[in-house]
């Protein structure tokens, strides 16, 4: 069990990271829950139309996913690194990125709402697309707000402060409560505006989180800090940001537009919009079940980034598979929870309790119980991967899973062979099976280090040119014991890699192919015998 991680020092650290974000991670996903929940109180069609309003609306926020992704795994390599220039760096760049994405995602959700939620509704119904659409409009017009605020909190996630993104979660959910009752019901003053209200009130406390957002990052004590550097877009560093995350926003990309082709599925069955209003409970129900998995993922995502940022190998399979383990466990328990309370859960979104959405809702939630460990799987490694910029088999293996197995096979058993919508939960099953198959498989093969040696600068300005078997000693015998010293510090730039550390310091450059070392210095007592200190030149 240790050779896997399960040592105390590593299951405390996976813990200690993870708790915060099981928390912001849940007051984040209520922010969308409150608004089913209180279009529940309208009626099951506005409920639906919430449920349409979300898929539309995931499609183009994936977008997002790509600047957090790859903001997280770079935050986490420069801070394993310790360089705090490099880490705030990243800081501005991210969020100017965030921006520019932000901006140009409401011009396309404000073109492409009406059309999508015109195809998604096959149910016959037009009133819950109608209701749908100022929704969604009013949504995209607070993008940017939503894209920085997710950025931000990424960065810090990613150097391994989880804690201020739960207090900014906390903030944008009692906001996000307290502007929503107010608008949608029209309390005192305010007007009743329905559904739509739910969505001003989103915007209204995004808008809140994402100022709040800002000035944390602009205070000099926070783990991430946007420094004292230029604002001007560095492209070098949009690309490192965006060659990282895009497989992500591709893969979630992937996901959504598949969602949005099972809802389709759905509402031809005979359930129609009512099952459409079972999978929007179902769906917001299990984003809350595996917010533990998705904690466990950001975890390993930060240790395994910081440990390759110090290339230090080990810790990095130990954070990984602590992570994982201690995920499956939670997760089984989130499991046995969902299917005994599955039937209440539903009723506390329904009110009305309309037997279609209770029978539909229920069978979902009890069905996809059953997945909630292997889940933990595909979160877990994928997290991992994503610590070493490794993010294109979660990628594969998403569009696998779910254009190649749910999609034929929910329109198989659903439509085809008339299982209905059992048929559509079934499909989620096989296919998320798949999907932590894949993952395991590249998590299992360990080639994500060398992944994450390629991706970084330290490659591209000098090892690329180095022989492969002097790269190896430099590697082990200087880097990975220069930076086992928690007070040791790398700095990567044109001329060379420099380390420093109290009492010693050195820097290596390439000269006609070698690594060659100016100016050496011992490494200290704790460091003696770990390498040859004589071997300034790396042949």
Do not use: C
């Not at 990271?17 to 991670?25: E, F």
């Not at 100017?96 to 939620?117: E, I, N, Q, R």
């Not at 296919?431 to 280090?449: E, K």
């Not at 490659?459 to 040791?488: G, T």
Request: charged letters at 15%; zero cysteines.
């Amino acid at each position: 069990m240790r050779r896997l991680g399960l040592d105390g020092a590593t299951v405390r650290a996976v813990w200690r990271l993870a708790l915060p974000v099981i928390g912001a991670n849940l007051l984040t996903t209520l922010v969308n829950v409150v608004d089913v929940f209180f279009a529940g109180r309208l009626g099951p069609t506005e409920v639906a139309a919430v449920g349409l309003a979300t898929s539309v609306r995931l499609l183009l926020l994936v977008v997002v996913m790509a600047v957090s992704s790859g903001a997280m795994a770079l935050a986490a390599q420069a801070r394993g690194s310790r360089d705090p220039d490099a880490l705030a760096t990243v800081a501005r760049q991210t969020v100017l990125v965030a921006v520019a994405l932000g901006l140009a995602l409401t011009l396309a959700g404000w073109w492409l709402s009406a059309p999508l939620l015109g195809f998604l509704d096959a149910s016959g119904d037009p009133r819950a697309a109608a209701i749908a659409v100022p929704y969604l409009l009013v949504l995209f017009s607070g993008t940017v707000f939503t894209a920085v605020q997710i950025a931000g909190a990424s960065l810090l996630q990613g150097a391994g402060d989880t804690l201020r993104p739960l207090l900014l979660s906390a903030l944008a959910t009692a906001a996000n409560v307290l502007f929503t009752y107010l608008l949608v019901f029209g309390v005192g003053p305010f007007p009743a505006l329905g559904v739509t209200g739910a969505a001003v009130g989103t915007v209204a406390a995004r808008g809140l989180v994402m100022v709040a957002t800002l000035w944390l990052l602009a205070r000099p004590t926070t783990a991430v800090t946007f420094g004292q550097g230029s604002w001007w877009p560095s492209w070098s560093t949009w690309r490192d940001v965006l060659a990282i995350g895009w497989p992500s926003g591709l893969q979630s990309l992937a996901y959504s537009a598949a969602g949005l082709l099972v809802m389709r599925i759905v509402t031809s069955t005979p359930s129609g919009s009512l099952g459409a209003a079972a999978l929007a409970i179902g769906l917001q129900v299990e984003s809350l079940a595996f917010m533990p998995g998705l904690a466990f993922s950001v975890a390993a995502t930060s240790l395994v980034g910081r440990a390759l940022g110090a290339w230090q190998l080990r810790a990095a399979w130990r954070a990984g598979y602590a992570a994982l383990a201690v995920g499956v466990a939670v997760m089984s328990l989130v499991a046995t929870v969902l299917f005994v309370a599955a039937e209440p859960l539903v009723r506390a979104f329904d009110p009305s309790a309309h037997p279609v959405v209770l029978r539909d809702g229920v069978s979902y939630l009890r069905i996809n119980a059953l997945a909630q460990p292997v889940l933990a799987v595909f979160f877990v490694l994928s997290g991992g991967l994503r610590g070493a910029g490794d993010t294109r088999p979660p990628l594969i293996g998403t569009i696998v899973g779910r254009w190649l197995v749910v999609l034929p096979l929910a329109w198989w058993w659903a439509l085809g062979l008339e299982w209905g919508v059992i048929g559509v939960w079934w499909a989620f099953v096989v296919g998320l099976t798949v999907q932590a198959a894949f993952v395991s498989v590249r998590w299992w093969s360990g080639v994500w280090p060398q992944v994450a040696l390629r991706r970084s600068r330290l490659w591209r300005e000098h090892l690329a040119r180095v022989d492969e078997a002097a790269r190896e000693v430099f590697l082990r015998d200087v880097r990975a014991v220069i930076m086992a010293r928690s007070d040791a510090v790398e700095r990567v730039s044109a001329e060379g890699v420099s380390y420093t550390w109290p009492g010693g310091a050195e820097r290596w450059r390439v000269v006609a192919g070698s690594l060659v070392r100016d100016a050496p210095r011992a490494l200290g007592s704790d460091a003696d015998g770990a390498r040859r200190a004589s071997d300034d030149v790396l042949p």
